[in-house]
């Protein structure tokens, strides 16, 4: 028995609405749990680099620090050799003895060089003589200056290596 003009209470209208607020409803429940999750990993991501960048500097400057203090060890060690320091204040490097002075020390900074893996090589300089000596050299200031920095001021270079603005006393290690 069908009655006339009596609607039922669900239409297909109704229906429609109903499935599309449900939807809806669903959609919006599922980027708000998208957009939780989101901004969760995002912190979680944030707070990892942060602690990596950390754990890298500390890396860093251990490694600085054990350059400083292997550096502060290798000029402690230069100051106390008596032939390097013999060979700074002489005030004539030639003769024999001097050459060999100047073999003994070549000697020994080739065994500091060894030593100290973050050294390329050491280079002294004689104000006295006007002669740098390293490991693998020892030439006047114009030849050594004309070898190594050829594109640079000669006069203004030998202002800097002179040593009259610097100071250096042996670290207490």
Known sequence: MKLEGHRTPFTEKS?????????????????ISLLSSYGN???????????KNVHLLNQIQTGMDGVINETGNLANQILMNENIMSFIGRSNISGGDTQYLITRISDVLKNYRAMYGNTADIFIYSAANDYILSSKVCNNTRDFHDMYYPETDYDAWLVGISGSNISYSPMNM
């Not at 990993?41 to 602690?51: M, Q, T, V, W």
């Open 15 to 31: 229906v429609f609405i109903s499935l599309a607020l449900s939807y809806f409803v669903i959609a919006v429940i599922f980027i």
């Open 41 to 51: 990993s995002s912190a979680i991501l944030r707070e990892e680099i942060k602690d």
